[in-house]
Every structure is written in C-alpha cells, then in structure tokens.
C-alpha cells in the first residue's frame, strides 16, 4: 500500500519487546530501496539509533548500514514519563527535518512504555502530533485498545493490529538496563575532557537545584547547534560559577556549531554498571539514573556486562546502524 501511494508515515506501537524495531528495520529497508526513507527512533530507554535519552533520524537510501545523513534531538531522560513535552518537541522536529530532506516515507518506532494512563496520553499526542497515515501496532491480547480506541473513527489514520509473532522474544528489564548502559559506554568511549565558556551560550533543560558539585557531576547534557540539533553529548565533570566555565567529557566534534546547552535529568556514572550492588549505587540529587526505566526501579540483581550483556542471553543486541 505504502509502495503504492508512494508516500506516507507509519507510527509503530507495542509494549516492550514486541518486535517493533525489527519491523521497524524490514520495513525502512524494504522501503528505501524504492526512495529516501526515514527512520526515527523514538524510544528513547532501548534506542537502536544513537545514544540512549535522544530521538534520532536516520534517513536510507538502499543501504541500512549506511544512512544518508543522521539527526538527534535530546530529550534528557530515559522514559518519556515527565519528558512528554521534550519527546514530543523531538519527534516533531524530526518529522519536519525528514521532510525537509526530501524523504518520502517515514517510519516512526515508538516507545514501548504503553500501559498506565500516562503513557497511554503519551501515544495518544504522539498519534496525534505526527498524523501518520498508518498505526501499526504489535500486540498481546488487547494490550494497545485504550490507545487505539482514540482513533478508530480517524477519517484518515488507518490502524493494523498484529499479533506479536511466536519468534518474538521477551527480555528481562535487567538486559534493557544492560543495554542501555552499553549503549551510554559506546558512545562515550572515546570521550575527552572539553572546557567551554558558557557566555554567549543558550543554556537551558534541567538545571539542578542548587550549584553543588555532587548535583552537576556526571550530568548528562547535550551541545545543540543553532536549530537545536545535537552536535554531541557530554558528561559534566564541573560547572565553574567563578569563571562561568563548563567542563565535561564528550567524544571529539565540531564545537564552532555549538549555540545552546541542554541540560538532562541523569547523572551517569559509567563506572558503576547496572546490578552491581556498591554502596552509594543510587540517583544523586533524585535525578534519574540509568537504573531507572519505563517499568520503575526493580530488584538488584548482580549482573556484568562482561558476564552477562551479550553472548550469554542468546539473541542480544538488535542489529543496528548509527
Ligand atoms: N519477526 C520476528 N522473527 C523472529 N524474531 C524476532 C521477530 N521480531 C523480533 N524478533 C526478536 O525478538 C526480540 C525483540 O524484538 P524487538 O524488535 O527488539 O522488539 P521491540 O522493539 O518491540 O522491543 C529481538 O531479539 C528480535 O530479534
Ligand atoms: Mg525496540
């Protein structure tokens, strides 16, 4: 159908581990070999494109491994849960850019935070502000209605209820954790220590309740350029009210493009991986850490990554670009 028409946006949804991004991923695929077409990533706990705490795009031309160009917006936290405003906003402007970029297709992956009522009002919006043409959702019994009522009598969104298939596998929150802490330590492997004026800078976001070293250290933030793209992430070592002077660590980039701060709701420690019991293992300054997702906090159970992220759970990380 999509193929057919030669355009449209389809807005995927299912609770977590339902096959999604794999669908995701065949469709965008399938898709650009015809044209341009858009991947964005909007979940933001178990991202495939980019770090977590960021919506991503991606836009391919035949080649899944090799996007066109890419595009970040932060949201700041891992769930949208008290970011709807950030998410959304990101969603939003992705849209738009693929647009603008002449993409013709877009697919949409959705967070897989779905059951209470807020999350519930999180899709609805998100159905809502994108207008995709299709909602595609994956689903195990009738999990996905009190979304999917909402729009049933849309005049032009049409929705296609699938059954999750058998093959499907379910994780344990513990490997998302993992997951998303790999994905954090990835990206930050290559980090190096950045020093910057804030003068002259836009800073906004979560700012801290008070300009302790404990409340700033570790603080994931994002560098946007001058449309609130992110240019990079980085992790705050220090903010210096005396000389008005930020430093952090982050991965080597351009920082001429550089126009605001954005500031996020986690404090990363990626020394101190998820399920290790330490003392002091817990959100500094009640911010969010990456212990935290959709599900809430859960019990500790040892686990390394070097014992347990990968090759040991069978089928672990989704293939992925970016
Ligand atoms: N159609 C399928 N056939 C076989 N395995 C699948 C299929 N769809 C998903 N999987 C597997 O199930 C797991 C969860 O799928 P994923 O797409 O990551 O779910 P979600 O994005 O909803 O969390 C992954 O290990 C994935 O490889
Ligand atoms: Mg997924």
């Known amino acids: 159908m999509l193929l057919e028409r030669g ?76 970011h709807m405003v ?11 850019k693929a647009r603008e970029e002449g993409a013709p297709f877009l697919i949409v992956d959705s967070p897989g935070w779905v059951v209470e009522p807020a999350a519930q009002e999180f899709h609805v919006r998100m ?52 997951y998303r802490f790999q994905r954090f330590s990835q990206y930050f492997e290559n980090a190096v220590p950045h020093a910057r004026f804030l003068s002259g800078l836009g800073v906004h976001g979560r700012m801290p309740e008070s300009f302790r070293e404990e409340s700033w250290h570790d603080l994931l933030i994002a560098l946007c350029d001058a449309e609130m793209m992110v240019v990079v992430l980085g992790l705050v070592d220090r903010l210096d009210l005396v000389t008005g002077t930020l430093t952090f660590r982050a991965p080597p980039h351009d920082a001429h493009r550089v126009a605001t701060v954005h500031v996020g709701s986690l404090q990363l420690d990626l020394s101190n991986p998820p399920g290790r019991v330490v003392q002091g293992n817990r959100p500094r300054s009640g911010r969010q850490s990456t212990l935290l997702d959709e ?9 390394s990554p070097a014992s347990g992220g990968r090759a040991d759970r069978g089928r672990s990380v989704p293939d992925q670009s970016g």
């Not at 946006?9 to 999604?20: Q, S």
């Not at 994956?138 to 032009?156: A, D, K």
């Open 127 to 178: 159905i809502d502000l994108l207008q995709p043409d299709l909602v595609i959702g994956f689903e195990r019994g009738p999990e996905l209605e009190g979304i999917l009522v909402n729009f049933r009598r849309h005049p032009r969104i049409r929705i296609i209820e699938c059954p999750v298939p058998m093959e499907v596998m379910e994780r344990k929150r513990d490997w998302r954790r993992l």
């Open 7 to 82: 355009s449209g946006i389809v807005y995927v949804l299912g609770a977590a581990d339902r096959g999604k991004t794999t669908f995701c991923r065949w469709l965008s695929g399938r898709l650009s070999e015809t044209d341009l077409t858009g991947f964005l990533d909007c979940d933001i706990g178990q991202s495939t494109l980019g770090p977590p705490a960021t919506v991503g795009l991606a836009l391919y031309r035949g080649n899944l491994d090799a996007p066109e160009s890419t595009f970040f917006k932060f949201v700041g936290a891992v769930t949208p849960s008290g």
């Open 295 to 303: 599900d809430g906090p859960g019990p500790q159970v040892p686990v």
């Open 86 to 96: 950030q998410e959304l906003v990101g969603a939003l402007r992705l849209k738009e």
